[in-house]
């Protein structure tokens, strides 16, 4: 469904991808590991656009997206939910929402997502006409991926949905994230440097060392692998 063949990119002078080649089949749940600074967020950015590779190429369901601008890019199905979340602190959440849906002239079938992610996230429910800032880090990062769902992507970018967070949190959140692709179907591409639980939820992953892939395979023979639970897992 998308695939990096041999990407570079870089930010300045700074070489951050070195020629990675990834690819993300319809359905699965891909978890990128590494290191601060090995070059996840740039591969997510440069998949959007946001930051275009220099050189090779960005495919998504076998057309060449490379140089699309990141709007184009967002129509046609692939939504990043940025590090650090983001989310619009002075809109309430349902407003929020709804400017996840704005691409979205459905309107019978905006609202069915809607409850849809009110089902998932009872929380998100309950604090609805309050403002988006005045809620909790996990709070935010739900109400982040709600957005996100709300545009009804077929890839779902995610950062670092750890980051910051208490590992209960966390573990709720990476539940949910399974559950998305489960039911909506929807193809997850995850970043992250909490290696243990986005193995644990990831059909395959990869791992980055300083710009490059230095591994592949299924989230259940990363685990496993020595070198992985040396450098990544802590044991
Ligand atoms: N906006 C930027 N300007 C310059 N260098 C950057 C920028 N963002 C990231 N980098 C550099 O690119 C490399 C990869 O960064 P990044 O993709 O953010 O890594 P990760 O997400 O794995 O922590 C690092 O060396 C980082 O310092
Ligand atoms: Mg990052």
Redesign the pocket.
């Known amino acids: 469904m998308l695939k990096l063949n041999n990407v570079h990119s870089f930010?300045?002078n700074?070489h951050?991808l070195k020629g990675i080649t990834l690819e993300v089949m319809e359905g699965e749940v891909i978890s990128l590991i590494?290191?601060?600074?090995?070059?996840?967020?740039?591969?997510l950015?440069t998949t959007s656009g946001i930051v275009p590779a220099k050189r090779g190429s960005v495919e998504f369901k076998g057309e060449d997206i490379t140089h699309m601008p990141p709007d184009e890019i967002v129509k046609k199905g692939i939504c990043q939910v940025p590090?650090g979340r983001r989310i619009f602190s002075y809109l309430t959440v349902a407003e929020n929402l709804d400017m996840g849906a704005f691409l979205r002239n459905d309107t019978r079938k905006i609202k069915t997502d809607m409850d849809y992610v009110y089902d998932l996230f009872p929380i998100l429910a309950e604090r609805k006409n309050q403002a988006g800032g005045t809620l909790s880090g996990g709070e935010q990062q739900m109400l982040a991926i709600s957005r996100a769902l709300m545009s009804h992507p077929k890839v779902l970018l995610l950062?670092?949905p750890s980051l910051g967070l208490a590992p209960i949190i966390v573990k709720q959140i990476f539940g949910i994230i399974k559950k998305i692709n489960e039911e909506q179907k929807t193809t997850i591409f995850i970043?992250e440097q909490n290696a243990n639980l986005a193995l644990k939820a990831a059909h395959r992953g990869y791992v980055?060392e300083n710009?490059l892939i230095s591994l592949s395979d299924t989230g259940e023979n990363l685990l496993a692998n020595e070198n992985v639970k040396k450098a990544y897992l802590g044991i």
């Open positions: 930010y300045g700074i951050a590494g290191a601060n600074g090995a070059g996840k967020s740039t591969a950015m590090e950062d670092e970043v980055m710009g």
